[in-house]
């Protein structure tokens, strides 16, 4: 049995030290305790604006997996939802990974404990007998965007290369099976009609961050993100597609568990890609 998960006593997530050690674990979805739940969702409502809690228990009903990311107290810091399924809509058999609700605590940004737990996760549900497997993500925040460049060799959209039009065609077959008329396929983008929108805070870009070729292409490819527009991406799950950063983070742990102590091969930018049900996944 999973040890619970700390929630802060005001409900809300407690801050955490720059040196506090990250621990990643993977549970079935069904398998969540009311009490992460709740800290899941008060972790994700501290980062973005428009959060609904029927939203996002909505969504989270319609996932497989869910990867925690918590500390030495067990206090949780971070955490990702999954859902895999098989689809034709192509027009031959692919496995999808789709990824849901994503946030990292902001003092915690820079750990790769969640980047090393959920690589480890797809390379173990990834069934290898079904065709290729591909991880289709929303983002609406160029972290989140760069997170693919870091760790995937090809992936699409991108800024140095048009995507090819097979991959265009499988994109857009699998966004407009997820999403419907909410994916419009000549932008790429799709819109919900809540979305979550990223805090003040974070919606910001740095400066001289604009300066990055990926950042800037996405800054182009979806100027509405701040209004929580969502830049669909695609990109295949094979061991030859991951880059030295990315073959990292799937090394066998040398442990039990996905420990992080150092952030020297964490991901650049802070994950934090949250999800409409009805549409995100849904």
């Not at 300066?211 to 030859?240: M, Q």
Request: aromatic letters at 8%; proline letters at 9%.
């Amino acid at each position: 049995m999973n040890s619970p998960t700390t929630v802060a006593p005001d409900s809300s997530p407690s801050v955490a030290a720059p040196s506090a050690r990250l621990h990643g674990r993977v549970i079935a979805r069904s398998a969540l305790s009311q009490q992460t739940e709740n800290a899941m969702f008060a972790l994700l409502a501290s980062h973005f604006a428009g959060v609904e809690r029927t939203t996002f228990e909505r969504d989270l009903a319609e996932k497989n997996s869910v990867v925690l990311i918590e500390d030495d107290q067990k206090i949780l810091r971070g955490f990702s939802t999954l859902r895999v399924y098989q689809t034709t809509a192509p027009g031959f058999p692919v496995t999808i990974i789709y990824s849901g609700d994503t946030i990292v605590e902001r003092g915690c940004w820079g750990s790769p404990a969640l980047p090393r737990t959920w690589i480890h996760l797809v390379q173990q549900v990834a069934p290898v007998d079904r065709g290729e497997v591909y991880w289709l993500l929303l983002t609406s925040g160029y972290r989140t965007y760069r997170f693919l460049s870091v760790f995937f060799r090809t992936f699409y959209p991108r800024y140095d290369e048009p995507t090819p039009a097979p991959g265009q065609a499988l994109l857009d077959a699998i966004a407009a099976e997820r999403f419907g008329s909410r994916y419009d396929a000549a932008t790429g983008l799709v819109r919900f009609e809540h979305p979550h929108r990223l805090a003040d805070d974070l919606a910001g870009v740095p400066t001289g961050r604009a300066a990055d070729a990926h950042v800037e292409f996405f800054l182009a490819r979806n100027p509405g993100f701040v209004s929580g527009d969502e830049l669909a991406c695609l990109t295949r799950i094979h061991d030859t597609n991951l880059t030295p950063a990315g073959r990292r983070m799937a090394r066998p742990p040398s442990g039990a568990r996905q420990d992080d102590t150092s952030s020297s091969e964490a991901q650049p930018h802070p994950p934090h890609t949250p999800r409409r049900s009805e549409a995100e996944p849904r």
